[in-house]
């Protein structure tokens, strides 16, 4: 295919033309794909209010068909192809990643009750997968392949589970946080956020619980 023929062609078209051009490309992509043409556009993108109730739903049927093996594609890993990263693999962490985001949204619209199901589904799946559950599959992955920065989202949770969460439930909810932290060197600074989003009787009873369970903090 000719490079400049087409692009000639284009040049000539309406807006509503090179549109519909443009969804077919991309969904015949990939999502590496995807993210290479697009991604510096969805940087710009200001985000809009969303419907808790409708993001809630979405969540909860990415975790249902997560739990089911909708993402999970095995393949024989020998010495050639061990670095291959299967297209479902990939694709459930641009999903998860818009999940987070689609969360975090819900946070700063004080929508805290949908924000805190919706995070605690994606981390159950985040943990699940950190233990090896059969959700999705490579020969090495974690959670420094979402395409978004974990520590907002972490950030967002703990705000929303602050807000609303008795000391009990803020302590039992921070507590698994603490510890995927402490297993990926602190990166996304589970504790300090924690400390800094609770109010005085939050922080007792999450001091009182890391001490407790002897649990690891930066």
Known sequence: ??????????KKQTNAVLLDLLCSAFHEMNSS???SVFGSIIKEIKPSKLDGK?????????????LTGAYYAP??????NFS??????EEWFEELNDHLLSSTQLTKQKDH???IDCFSMLYDLIEKMGDGDEIIFADEYGTWMIPGDEKVYISAYIASLAATTLPEDYAKTIIPLLRKDSYE???NNVYST?????????????RAEIKKQKIRIK
């Open 33 to 35: 794909q995807k993210r």
């Open 84 to 89: 291959h990263i299967p297209e479902e693999t």
């Open 185 to 187: 060197s602190f990166f």
């Open 54 to 66: 409708k993001v809630l739903r979405d969540v909860k049927q990415f975790h249902r068909e997560s």
């Open 1 to 10: 295919m000719n490079e400049k023929t087409v692009l000639n062609f284009l």
């Open 194 to 206: 924690a400390i800094k989003s609770a109010n005085k009787d939050q922080k007792k009873r999450l």
């Open 113 to 115: 009750s949908c924000a």
């Open 75 to 80: 393949f024989d890993i020998n010495s050639k």
